[in-house]
């Protein structure tokens, strides 16, 4: 069994949305990131989640061919198999199939999951499985499906854990049932899910799955191909600007701005009354206090960025729910952009103290 991709280490630049849906990506910009901002910021997460369950889907099919190969090795007595040299080759060929995210123009990838479609179709008609070499019987799936178990979770990426079949086995009827899922929750007109793709993907898929019977994950390459690239398009660079260049999310942002603008429109007022009034330097002195935060709040809003908790390394992933920034070089990013924003920050603050505190009263 494959394990879990890993977070890259010493990555001296920006993530890939291929990294980050790889897995290989720590916070402020891995999946669960990219995933709520998805979610809350572009409000296109079906998107996404259709892109997961394509990707858990040929993990179903690897999880079933690495069974059967090894039902075939452990169960098939030495003299049976020397009588099935094809399917045994075949098989073997099969062993050194890993698990990877990413777009499926890889070409390593590419030529992998052609490999295991070809199986998938040729063995299409076999009644051997898994499930069923190691003698126990084969269930009929139900008509309703788990959810997709969330990839929050540590054991997100198993799929035996999407397999309705005994003992946790993979049959080739679980296959079945996850590719009429995707294409009932995400493809067909008036899904519950659906998603917008070119009218020639949905003919071509809906021709292979419902006419053809095809359950291979080649079956959904050209959707997911076309939704990764929308991604890394569209969504992809917003979120690097909100994730690697701020650490505030929208609703934070504005909340700020409406008090920085309160907090300015006070500190002006205060200023010239005490002006106007020919009140003293020292009492003058309070107005730092509302242009200090007005300044800030303001500032914040601008470079989407809160300085004091980006160089304490913390970052929002929803309003108020801060998270420590581990990926090192955007935390050094938002170190600079931190410390540039209070650059500008005290500088902007003691002109206008200065301006306000200094100038001579005069009573009217």
């Known amino acids: ?53 394509v990707s858990q889907h040929m993990m179903l099919c ?25 399917s045994s080759a075949v098989l073997e060929n099969l062993q050194d199939i890993r698990d990877a995210a990413g777009p499926s123009n890889y070409a390593e990838r590419r030529s992998q999951d052609a490999r295991l479609s070809a199986f998938l179709r040729s063995e299409s008609g076999s009644k051997h499985s898994p499930s069923n070499s190691q003698g126990s019987e084969t269930t009929t799936p139900g008509t309703e499906r788990p959810p997709r178990p969330s990839f929050m979770t540590q054991n997100s990426n198993s799929p035996a854990a999407m ?67 929308a991604m890394e398009r569209d969504a992809f660079p917003g979120f690097l600007r909100a994730k690697a260049l701020g650490n505030i999310v929208p609703p934070s942002m504005m909340l700020r701005l409406i008090v920085g603008m309160l907090s300015m429109f006070g500190a002006f007022w205060t200023a010239f009354v005490l002006i106007f009034l020919n009140y003293s330097r020292a009492t003058r002195c309070w107005e730092i206090l509302p242009f200090t935060l007005g300044v800030y709040l303001l500032a914040s809003h601008q470079y989407m960025l809160d300085p004091i908790t980006a160089l304490a390394g913390f970052s929002e992933y929803t309003f108020f729910d801060w998270y420590r920034i581990r990926e090192p070089f955007v935390r050094r990013l938002l170190s600079k952009r931190a410390i540039m924003c209070l650059s500008w920050i005290v500088a902007i603050d003691a002109a206008l103290c200065a301006l306000f505190i200094f100038v001579p009263g005069k009573r009217l």
């Open 62 to 86: 690897r999880h079933y061919v690495r069974e059967l190969r090894r039902s075939v090795l452990i169960e098939t007595p030495e003299l049976e198999k020397a009588g099935s040299k094809r």
């Open 163 to 229: 397999s309705n079949s005994p003992a946790h086995t993979v049959a080739r009827q679980d296959i079945r049932a996850s590719a009429e899922k995707i294409l009932y929750t995400y493809l067909l007109p008036g899904a519950e899910r659906e998603i917008v793709l070119p009218q020639s993907i949905l003919d071509d898929i809906v021709q292979a799955v419902e006419r053809q019977g095809r359950d291979d994950p080649e079956v959904f390459d050209p959707a997911k191909d076309y939704v990764f690239q």
């Open 1 to 53: 069994m494959a394990t879990s991709p890993q977070p890259t280490v010493g990555r001296d630049r920006l993530p890939t949305l291929f990294e980050v849906l790889s897995r290989r990506t720590t916070a402020p910009v891995d999946l669960f990131s990219f995933y709520i901002y998805m979610r809350d910021q572009q409000r296109s997460v079906d998107y996404l989640d259709f892109w997961l369950d």
